[in-house]
């Protein structure tokens, strides 16, 4: 018996991996770490037929064999006289061979049919996914190897929001390779604005997704994983706390769920902007303060406070002149101080200056610089420290370079003094707002341009070498705005985006996170440009600032009274495809003490199955009332009806549907929402 696997030619990214055809009794096909097995009696009736599949299994291997549907030759059955088939005896075959079907429940039908009528003869069985730690295994001696295409979307673009706008701010890395995201909204909530966080897989499905906030304004601008999985959230509020607003701390689980919470504060405002964790595992926050700190009458000064790992305060100091002091960044350095980043317009030459402050353990200053001349030179983008103790800082300046702003990178010694400097931008408005050492030795740089890409603004990213000089430049986006602020490497030499855009998804602006490779880009993916951003040196001498800590006045620990709050919105694929589900109807019927909810598509491509969810307000949390999927019963040239029976439903009470459909890659779309109340019917006899 031969074993046969063609090659698949598709226009996306392949990963080439051994499969393993195993002949003999119980045969398997070993793909990745999932192992597919033949079930099915000689007789041929069906002796299983398992809905519950492994998914990534499903998905690998109808992209490995059915790219054209299915009917995929995957094995030679031999001919008619094979003893092993004797079902049909006499009969030659001109093209015997297993074909795989793809089930609408998920299950794969492997048939041996022959093209000779008169043989009249079908074998069926399944095939059932088992998945394994390892794909070692102990096979016949008749094998093949060979390699198989398989399709898997390891970079991706995705936005998350609802109808009104999203904010995303910050972004952390996950154990278990995933991430968090987190910002705020403006499309959930009982505030204005609330916390909003988001846990993502590697392929930037959902896994968690809640709100926390009060009646007034609640922001997320940091946020981190420990190493016992928890998270801290930090941001501000102003929905509790000693002042307008104050600086917020949340501490949450694996699960998204508040360990604990609390604001710090006084009469005035402060908000904070970003948090590190410290040597003793507590935490340091930086932000500003419109309490009166170091200057009398100072519109803003530059706060820090020191927490432990229960959030309990051990310091809070203020930093400032007369002006206004902005804080963007914080650092733990590897002497145990901080490294701090903003602008100015209290110190330096003129305008806005670019900042440096240097503090020791306790908070008190070690030294203060400011760079910049009679124009506007800004930070808003994070510093860092190499290993061999210099300090990279990040801004934007309209001093220098090319344009009307361009992304500003500095290298400083150990006491603040430059070692290079470069510009980097085109003739419009560049603004880095998010610098990561690479692995190599180098730097990623990223933020806004409006010089370069389709937008009004899009998305930058550089990579520079050691020295800052341009390795690969990227941008990103689409016809509205776009923005990163955080940006992350992964093991693999791929880098994490996070910010937001208003060229697709739900509405107003999205949150966005995107994962491009190792040279910026994302396979057949219509946002990626090469960008031609000119490299100009700079010139600029730091100036010395002599300025003191001052304790912060009387500060106040506030306990806040945030409940987690599940939110409902799907992952949008940013790629620039089209929508794969074509919806004919998607209606909602009152029946008894029910509702009948219905619709109809009129082709699915790629289509693995649907989700209902309903609401008690239009634009409220969503819950999902389905407990497995739906599976999908269309196919690209022919649609199909599916009907839901919600027996969960009170009547005369009025419910709000959304029907979600996902397709293979995990990229779900939403439609909806529609509008019912359920009735009570009436009955003469009972």
Same mark, same amino acid.
């Given at each position: ?211 926390y906030g009060g009646s007034g304004l609640d922001a997320a601008y940091s946020i981190l ?7 801290? /959230?930090? @941001?501000? %509020?102003?929905?509790?706390? *000693?002042?307008?607003? #104050?600086?917020?701390? $949340? &501490? =949450?689980?694996? +699960? !998204? ?61 203020t930093y400032g002149g007369s002006q206004g002091d902005h804080v963007k960044s914080i ?8 490294? /701090?980043? @903003?602008? %100015?317009?209290?110190?330096? *030459?003129?305008?806005? #200056?670019?900042?440096? $402050? &240097? =503090?020791?353990? +306790? !908070? ?99 990579? $520079? ?222």
């Amino acid at each position: 018996m031969n074993t046969i696997i063609s090659s698949v030619m598709h226009k996306k990214l392949f990963i080439i991996v051994s499969v393993v055809i195993l002949i003999g009794t119980g045969n398997s096909l070993v793909l990745g770490e999932c192992i597919i097995e033949w079930v099915g009696d000689e007789s041929g009736s069906i002796i299983t037929q398992e809905t519950s599949r492994t998914l990534e299994a499903a998905r690998q291997l109808e992209r490995a064999l059915l790219p054209a549907g299915p009917g995929f030759i995957v094995e030679d059955c031999g001919d008619g006289d094979d003893p092993e088939f004797p079902h049909c005896p006499g009969c030659r075959a001109t093209k015997p061979g297993w074909l795989v079907d793809v089930c609408l429940d998920g299950s794969y039908t492997k048939k041996c049919l022959y093209s000779n009528p008169e043989c009249g003869w079908t074998h069926y069985g399944t095939w059932d996914v088992v998945c394994e730690s390892t794909t070692t295994t102990t096979i016949s001696e008749t094998t093949t190897t060979t390699t198989v295409p398989i399709i898997t979307p390891n970079y991706w673009a995705r936005t998350y929001g609802g109808s009104q706008d999203d904010y995303s701010y910050a972004f952390a890395a996950t154990s278990d390779g995933g991430g968090v995201v987190a910002g705020y909204t403006e499309s959930f909530g009982v505030g204005y604005r609330d916390v909003w966080a988001l846990k993502l897989d590697n392929q930037g499905n959902i896994s968690w997704q809640k709100r926390y906030g009060g009646s007034g304004l609640d922001a997320a601008y940091s946020i981190l994983q420990n190493a016992d999985g928890s998270y801290i /959230v930090q @941001g501000y %509020t102003g929905s509790y706390g *000693a002042g307008s607003f #104050d600086i917020l701390l $949340l &501490k =949450l689980d694996s +699960s !998204g769920n508040i360990m604990w919470q609390k604001a710090y504060g006084g009469p005035n405002f402060e908000r904070g902007y970003s948090i590190k964790q410290t040597l003793d595992n507590g935490y340091v926050i930086a932000g500003y303060t419109g309490t009166d700190g170091s200057a009398e009458g100072s519109s803003n000064d530059i706060l820090v406070l020191k927490v432990d790992g229960n959030g309990n305060l051990s310091w809070m100091k203020t930093y400032g002149g007369s002006q206004g002091d902005h804080v963007k960044s914080i650092t733990a350095t590897s002497d145990g101080g901080y490294l /701090v980043t @903003g602008f %100015t317009e209290s110190f330096g *030459a003129g305008g806005r #200056d670019l900042f440096v $402050l &240097k =503090l020791d353990g +306790s !908070g008190d200053v070690t030294w203060m610089k400011t760079y910049g001349t009679s124009g506007n030179d800004v930070s808003y983008a994070n510093g860092l420290e190499n290993e061999d103790g210099s300090y990279m800082v990040a801004g934007a300046t309209n001093s220098f370079g090319a344009g009307d702003f361009d992304f500003w990178l500095l290298k400083l010694d150990s006491n603040g003094n430059i070692i290079w400097q470069k510009t980097y931008g085109g003739i419009k408005r560049d603004v880095a707002t998010a610098l990561k050492q690479t692995t190599d030795g180098g730097y990623v740089l990223t933020g806004q341009t409006a010089s370069f890409g389709v937008g009004v603004y899009d998305t930058l990213l550089l990579k $520079l070498d050691s020295d800052g000089t341009i390795i690969w430049q990227k941008n990103y986006g689409g016809t509205g705005d776009g923005h990163a602020f955080a940006i992350h490497e992964s093991t693999n030499g791929s880098f994490i985006l996070a910010g937001y855009e208003n060229s697709s998804g739900a509405g107003g602006y999205d949150y966005c996170v995107m994962k491009v490779d190792s040279f910026g880009d994302i396979p057949d993916c219509s946002i990626v440009g090469t960008s031609n951003a000119v490299m100009t040196p700079s010139n600029v001498s730091p100036i010395t600032v002599n300025i003191s800590a001052v304790s912060f006045p009387n500060p106040v620990t506030t306990v806040t009274y945030f409940s987690p709050v599940n939110t409902f919105v799907s992952a949008f694929n940013f790629c620039g495809e089209a929508t794969l589900i074509s919806l004919s109807s998607f209606t909602a019927s009152p029946a008894n003490k029910a509702v009948i909810v219905k619709w109809q598509t009129e082709s699915e491509i790629d289509n693995v199955g649907f989700n209902l969810y309903r609401c008690t307000t239009e634009t409220g949390e969503y819950i999902k009332i389905n407990t497995e999927l739906i599976p999908a019963k269309g196919s690209a040239t022919q649609g199909a009806g599916y009907e839901f029976i919600d027996k969960n439903v009170r009547n005369r009470k009025t419910y709000w549907y959304k029907l979600e459909d996902i397709d293979i890659n995990g990229v779900s779309t939403l439609h909806g929402p529609i509008k019912v109340t359920p009735r009570i019917i009436h009955r003469l006899f009972q």
